[in-house]
């Protein structure tokens, strides 16, 4: 028993064994306590008594260091003088320097995909990740690795998104949202629910708003948690339905195929995640090469369209000359350099016309990343460090037409 | 309300996530794979580099672990424990197998020890932070996370602040407790 009224024990049942052998051991007497008359029985201790007790009750407050300075000049006057509280003082306070997590030992992310490599060498999947879903489930991991690093006050941090032909400034806690909000289109085209209800709105800039709005309602836990669940609950109904790459999601203004989709999903979760390890000061590097190969390509896929579509808004030179469907037309040679990169043959004077190296007019040289960072008008095309060759209004538009590509 | 799939994988509870990982794990699914390096990696490494204070040596442990888990799923049993403090007792193993391999000094090896004591009781620490009654740790998280005095965290709490005192003291005992009975049980 302690030799103080025991108020403690029993209060907390569900604490477990260790509760009470840690509260055992303030009523026997240690080493410390040995030889020194006990403070509550000292002599016409009336007084110390009070003190002891109401200071003794606020040890836990005083080891955290969160108490007033009147408080914490109490306690540190009683220590001296009464053994008993003073050994308990320095447990507690040993105590609080385990609270500390070492969060600055976070795995380099290039061992996630190590380890699991060696997982699935030793035991193969039965049911695997197609190689379309890792991308999304790399990069989703990535930026939730991210986010274990942050502090509350982190979470309020002001965020820029950048693209193109616009600005946003968000909270951190309203890009997961703005991520979340349209992961829910693949989600809901997977036959998950919508992380925003039913009869949540269906545009890419509506769904935003609703989700930034219920960001504020919320608090980060609980829009993290979502995000989270969703990412992981996404890329399990992908790989069970891995024949399906094909499936159409529909993000109202267009549509993809699932595999496309999810391309871009990754893409989108890495560049949002740059834009907040940036607003908060860490590093952040560019996706696994197979990863940033993949979205490369899917961008890659997208210049035929997008340079049609400048010429459409008269942005673009017209065609030099009318090209049959699938007959071979003027091309421009796209080199993406580094080891998510490739050659592309992008046709020039109409999507629907072939692109072949023999008729190739122009050439256009970029690193991977930077081709990444220019799609997502993270690189003005006036600045991109690009190698250009041949026709030159080619290579412009070309250029132009990459960053028409970026969306918040 | 979480965004279940239908067989309920993000169940709100501990015991029943761990159940419906596990189950996933023996029918192989990569994706159960990839969440259980995502949830643990961190603190498996943690605690390996505690044990080891070596990077490279912990990536291996993080390896072996995660390897012997996807090989065998069904070696855990939920029923004795969560599938943290199970990941945590294989990095124990695998670290302590990867010391003895390596040939040391007497000197080494007592501070090597005394390594593995302080990296054992900050574990069982830390898993001491995550299982105490979520009322001590939400106040505890709020004056050491949060830096709230504990007036204020009464008052965010609804609580009166002798009682805000009494969890905060409650919640260190615990945590020292938890550190210092597993030390004595090694000696």
């Not at chain 1, 609950?233 to 999810?262: K, S, W």
Request: hydrophobic share 40%.
């Amino acid at each position: 028993m302690s030799p103080v009224g025991d108020r403690e024990t029993g209060l907390e049942a569900g604490a477990g064994a260790g509760a009470g052998a840690g509260l055992e051991t303030e009523g026997v007497a240690g080493p410390e306590t040995a030889g020194v008359a006990g403070p509550e029985t000292a002599g016409a201790g009336g007084a110390f008594d009070e003190e002891h007790l109401a200071l003794k009750s606020l040890l836990g407050a005083w080891a955290l260091a969160v108490c007033s300075p009147e408080e914490t000049e109490a306690v540190e006057a009683h220590l001296p003088r009464c053994p008993p509280c003073a050994g308990e003082a320095r447990r507690l306070r040993d105590a609080v320097g385990l609270m500390h997590r070492e969060e600055s030992l976070d795995p380099d992310p290039l061992l996630r995909s190590r380890v699991l490599d060696e997982c699935l060498r030793r035991r193969p999947a039965s049911t695997p990740l197609p190689e379309w879903v890792a991308p999304y489930d790399a990069e989703t991991a990535r930026l939730d690795a991210l986010l274990r690093d942050m502090g509350e006050a982190e979470w309020n941090t002001p965020v820029r998104l950048h693209w193109a032909t616009g600005e946003r400034t968000l909270t951190l806690c309203g890009v997961l949202a703005h991520l979340g909000s349209v992961d829910g289109l693949v989600a809901t085209a997977l036959g998950l629910d919508d992380p925003l209800g039913p009869g949540a709105p269906r545009t890419v800039g509506d769904r935003t708003e609703t989700a930034v709005e219920r960001c504020r309602a919320h608090g980060p836990p609980f829009v993290r948690n979502k995000w989270r669940t969703q990412t992981r609950n996404i890329v399990r109904a992908a790989a069970l339905r891995a024949h399906d790459a094909a499936l159409p999601v529909d993000f109202t203004e267009f549509r993809r195929p699932l595999r496309d989709a999810l391309a871009g999903r990754a893409f989108a979760c890495w560049i949002h995640a740059e834009d907040i390890a940036a607003a908060v000061d860490y590093p952040y590097g560019p996706p696994a090469p197979e990863h940033l190969a993949r979205i490369v390509d899917f961008i890659a896929r997208r210049l035929p369209e997008a340079v049609a579509a400048r010429r459409r808004a008269g942005l673009a030179a017209p065609p030099r000359r009318l090209t049959a469907a699938g007959a071979p037309g003027r091309t421009l040679h796209l080199e993406i350099g580094g080891r998510g990169g490739g050659d592309w043959y992008v046709p020039l004077d109409s999507p629907a016309a072939l692109a072949s190296p023999e008729h190739t007019v122009a050439r256009l040289v970029l690193e991977d990343a930077e081709f990444c960072r220019l799609a997502a008008g993270h690189v003005p095309p006036r600045e991109a460090a690009a190698g250009r060759e041949g026709d030159d209004e080619a290579v412009r538009d070309v250029l132009w037409a990459v960053a028409t590509l970026s969306r918040m | 309300m979480p965004n279940e799939t239908p067989d309920g994988t993000t169940g709100t509870t501990r015991p029943h996530r761990d159940h419906a990982i596990r189950r996933r794990l023996v029918r192989g699914e990569q994706s159960a794979l990839a969440e259980l390096y995502d949830g643990h990696a961190s603190v498996v490494r943690g605690l390996a580099h505690r044990f080891l204070d070596d990077e490279d040596a912990a990536d291996r442990v993080v390896a072996e672990v995660f390897a012997e888990v996807w090989a065998d799923p069904g070696a855990y049993e939920p029923e004795r424990g969560s599938l943290r403090s199970w990941l945590t007792e294989l990095t124990r193993r695998r670290a302590l197998r990867h010391l003895d391999e390596s040939p040391l000094d007497p000197g080494a090896r007592a501070r090597l020890e005394e390594r593995i004591r302080a990296a054992s009781a900050a574990a069982r620490a830390d898993h001491m932070v995550t299982a105490m009654p979520g009322s001590l740790r939400t106040v505890l998280e709020l004056a050491y996370v949060g830096r709230r005095d504990y007036r204020e965290a009464a008052a965010e709490l609804g609580v009166s602040e002798d009682e805000a005192r009494r969890r905060l003291r409650l919640g260190l005992q615990l945590l020292s407790a938890a550190a210092g009975n597993g030390a004595e049980k090694a000696s």
